[in-house]
C-alpha cells in the first residue's frame, strides 16, 4: 500500500516538473500576465510543499507498520491514516491535473 503512495507521489512529482516547465515558456512569452504566473507559481509551490509532507508522513506510516508487523500491535489506526492520505493524494492529483489545464489554456490563448 505504502509502494502505491510512493509511486502516486513521484507522478505528482513529474507532473510538478512538467508544469513547472510549461510556466518557464509562459514566462518567456510576450505579453504574459505576470499576475497570474505568479498565482500559478505559488499554487505550484504549495503543491510541492503539500506533496514532501505526504512523503514524509508515507515513510513515517511506513516504518511504524513495518515495527508494528514485528511487534504484532494492531494497525487499524494506521490503515484509516492511509486511506485518509490516499483520499488526500488523489485530491493533489485532481488539482495538479486542473493546474495542468489551466496553464495549457493560458498558453493556448497567448499563441
Known sequence: MVDNYSRKIEAQEDTIRVLNQRLD???????????YEGMLRK??????????LMRDRV???SR????????GLPTDALETECRRLR?????????????GDQMRQLISEKD
Open 64 to 71: 511504524e507498520l513495518d515495527q508494528g508487523g514485528r511487534s
Open 87 to 99: 483520499q488526500e493524494l488523489q485530491e493533489k492529483e485532481r488539482d495538479l491535473l486542473k493546474q
Open 43 to 52: 499554487e505550484n509551490e504549495g503543491l510541492k510543499s503539500e506533496n514532501t
Open 59 to 61: 515513510a513515517e506510516l
Open 25 to 35: 515558456h509562459q514566462v518567456n512569452m510576450t505579453g504574459a500576465d505576470p499576475d
